[in-house]
């Protein structure tokens, strides 16, 4: 992905902001439906986080910084890799649909990524996304909820 490339991800969640806000902000929460290998995870600006990925034969160093935090409707944060250049910011968006939960991703590259690795082109980055946010997080919190009824 080049610089200015934008991905948006909309998922309408059945919960309220709060049980969303603490589940892409609390760390053993986003270790359930995010990446479980998260070591550190802070909702405050300046906060950095750096964890490994691996994916077939590449290693890749996720390191994150919070950039911006407006409790409990938005958190942003660069996203960036030790091994490979570019760097791309990430912002989550919560907004009350009549009771419901709608979440914004906006993925949005500050720096070029390389073309040759097929882990940074749209339709990986896209793919993720949709993973994470459409199957991963409802089901997380899907089953929250249950638990707490």
């Given at each position: 992905?080049?610089?200015g490339?934008?991905?948006?991800?909309?998922?309408?969640?059945?919960?309220?902001?709060?049980?969303?806000?603490?589940a892409?902000?609390?760390?053993?929460q986003?270790k359930?439906?995010?990446?479980?290998?998260?070591n550190?995870?802070?909702?405050?600006?300046?906060?950095?986080?750096?964890?490994?990925?691996q994916?077939?034969?590449?290693t890749?160093?996720?390191?994150?910084?919070?950039?911006?935090?407006?409790v409990p409707?938005?958190?942003?944060?660069?996203?960036?890799?030790?091994e490979?250049?570019?760097?791309?910011?990430?912002?989550?968006?919560?907004?009350d649909?009549?009771?419901?939960?709608?979440?914004?991703?906006t993925?949005?590259?500050?720096?070029?990524?390389?073309?040759?690795?097929?882990?940074?082109?749209?339709?990986?980055?896209r793919?993720?996304?949709?993973?994470?946010?459409?199957?991963?997080?409802?089901?997380?919190?899907?089953?929250n909820?249950?638990?707490?009824?």
């Open positions: 992905m080049k610089k490339d934008e991905i948006i991800v909309e998922q309408l969640l059945d919960t309220q902001i709060a049980n969303v806000w603490t892409i902000t609390n760390l053993p986003m359930q439906w995010y990446f479980d290998n998260i550190h995870f802070q909702p405050e600006t300046g906060s950095a986080s750096q964890f490994v990925v994916s077939g034969n590449r890749f160093t996720h390191l994150w910084k919070v950039t911006e935090v407006n409707t938005e958190i942003c944060y660069t996203w960036k890799y030790l490979y250049p570019g760097e791309s910011l990430v912002r989550f968006y919560l907004t649909d009549n009771g419901q939960t709608k979440l914004t991703l993925h949005t590259v500050l720096e070029d990524f390389p073309d040759d690795i097929q882990e940074f082109k749209n339709e990986s980055w793919a993720g996304w949709n993973y994470f946010l459409v199957d991963r997080l409802p089901a997380f919190l899907h089953k909820k249950s638990k707490n009824k």
